[in-house]
Structure formats: C-alpha cells, structure tokens
C-alpha cells in the first residue's frame, strides 16, 4: 500500500512563472490537506480539500494560490507568477477522513526553488 | 494558533529514555493529542495519538494526565536517529495545526 505520493520532488522555476505540485494520496483517502514550510520555520497550514470540494482554505494567500482535488487523480497545489518568498517546502498530507480520531499521512514533500 | 506548548529544546543520552513533555490546558472533551516528529527536512512522521488513555505503540509510549491539561511522549530507548523535532498537536475535527515543536538531541 504506497503512502502519500508528491511529485515532483524538486522544482526549480523563474520569478514569474507557475508552479504545479502534485499529491496522490493513500488509497481510499479523500481528505488531502497542504502544509508549506519556509526554511528554518515550522509547518504552517494553507488547505484542506475533500474529493471536489475546498473545506477549509484558511492558511491560503489571498493571491496566486489556488488548490483542488478532482474526482479522479492528484490534488493540484497551484502557484501562479511565483516570487522569491515562495521558496519552500511543501507538503502533503492525506487521511480517510476528517474525523479527529483519524491520522494524517504525509509525504516527503516538494521542495520548491524560485530563481 | 496551536493550542500546545513544548519546551524548544531538549537533550537525552543515547540508550536513555526520552520524555518530551506537552502542556494544552485548553484542550476540549473530545480533542485528541496527537505527536508527530521530523526528522531534518522529511514529511512529518505520525508517532502515537490519545484522547484520555495511556497508549502505547512500538515507538513509543503516551502518558495523559487524568484532568487531560498535559501529556508526555516516552521514547523508552533513544538512539541517534530519534534526533527530530517533535511536534505535539491537539486535533480537532479537520486540519492539524503545526507549533514549534520540541528539538530533541540525541546525545552519542
């Protein structure tokens, strides 16, 4: 049973550009959630998704973020005209639902580099 | 905002057993602590979780206080790649809310 898949593992991209960053949760989970990471810092919350639907994007920027998770494949963390602040870790997380008796399990993350 | 506090930093001899203690005084009747390590720069790791019970799993051991307003995570034998930082979260329904966490040094 693989866990939760993030690709790619590395992205490298220019101020200005997008960045798209995937996660494939565990299967049978429809809860993904995003956490970013700057470095030297702890992990903050940006979103928490549920198959089709945005549950809570309180840790969202208002501007150039954008997340989903389709019916069918990955969950889609989008960053659009991306700046040097965005450098950072990202990680995702998933679990069977959003009970608070119920683990999440993360991925190893996608380590984002802005030029 | 995280609802736990943590010591910043400790220190454990290898071989010792490590206590990382947790304070969340505020915590509600049905809200779950649950601890989380990472390790350098890796996806957070799930260790154990509880809501009033002592538990025990094949990492490690929760205590919880009978009033629930603290715990303690026991790794009962600390060696060099239990060096993490150690997260202790209060869950509610939903997302896991990150604070700083403990960094635990594990001491050759």
């Known amino acids: 049973n693989a866990g939760v898949m993030q690709n790619p593992r590395h992205l490298v991209r220019r101020r200005g550009q997008e960045a798209r960053l995937r996660c494939s949760p565990m299967k049978g989970h429809s809860h993904v959630y995003w956490y970013r990471q700057l470095p030297e810092e702890g992990l903050k919350f940006m979103v928490y998704?549920?198959?089709?639907?945005?549950?809570?994007e309180s840790g969202m920027p208002k501007e150039r973020f954008s997340a989903e998770f389709p019916k069918e494949g990955p969950s889609i963390l989008r960053i659009q005209q991306v700046v040097r602040g965005d450098s950072a870790a990202y990680f995702c997380a998933s679990s069977l639902d959003g009970q608070n008796n119920e683990k999440l399990f993360f991925g190893s993350g996608t380590q984002l580099s802005v030029l | 905002d995280a609802k736990t506090t943590q010591p910043p930093s400790m220190d454990c001899a290898e071989g010792r057993a490590a206590n990382l203690p947790c304070n969340h005084s505020t915590i509600s009747g049905n809200e779950y602590v649950y601890w989380y390590r990472q390790i350098h720069s890796q996806g957070p790791q799930y260790i154990i979780h509880g809501l009033k019970n002592n538990e025990t799993n094949e990492m490690a051991s929760l205590i919880i206080t009978e009033d629930r307003k603290s715990s303690t995570l026991i790794l009962p034998h600390a060696t060099l790649r239990d060096t993490a930082v150690y997260y202790c979260i209060v869950r509610v329904v939903g997302k896991i809310i990150f604070g700083k966490g403990t960094r635990l040094h594990i001491l050759p």
């Open positions: 998704l549920q198959k089709e639907n945005i549950i809570d």
